[in-house]
Nanobody, 120 residues
C-alpha cells in the first residue's frame, strides 16, 4: 500500500492550491487529509467516503477547502482556496480510519506529506 501526495508549494495569501493523493495497492472506503504546522500537533483537515457522497471538513477550513475523489484513479484531491498564512503546514493524506466511524481520528495508512507555505 502506498499513498503518494503531491501539489504542495509556495503561494500568496488568498491564493489556491490543489493537493493530490494517489493510492496504490488497494482501494479504501475512507481517505483523508491532515496537516501539521511547525511546533504543533497534527490536525484533521478533511475526509471523504469511497463514493464521494460523504465529506467531512474541519471548522477551520469550511468554506475554503473542498475534498473530492476520483475512484477510477484511486486518487483524492484537496482543493484549497482563500489560503491564509495559518494554513502553512505539511499536509498528509491518509487512508482507512482505525475506527470505522471516526474519519477525523487515527488512520492505518499515511503518505509522506507535501509542504504548503502561504506567504502574507
Amino acid at each position: 500500500v502506498q499513498l503518494q501526495a503531491s501539489g504542495g508549494g509556495l503561494v500568496q495569501a488568498g491564493g489556491s492550491l490543489r493537493l493530490s493523493c494517489a493510492a496504490s495497492g488497494r482501494t479504501f472506503s475512507v481517505m483523508g487529509w491532515f496537516r501539521q504546522a511547525p511546533g504543533k500537533e497534527r490536525e484533521f483537515v478533511a475526509a471523504i467516503s469511497w463514493g464521494g457522497h460523504t465529506t467531512y471538513l474541519s471548522d477551520s477550513v469550511k468554506g475554503r477547502f473542498a475534498i473530492s475523489r476520483d475512484s477510477a484513479k484511486n486518487t483524492v484531491y484537496l482543493q484549497m482556496n482563500s489560503l491564509k498564512p495559518e494554513d502553512t503546514a505539511v499536509y498528509f493524506c491518509a487512508a482507512d480510519p482505525v475506527v470505522r466511524d471516526s474519519p477525523r481520528a487515527e488512520y492505518k495508512y499515511w503518505g509522506q506529506g507535501t509542504l504548503v507555505t502561504v506567504s502574507s
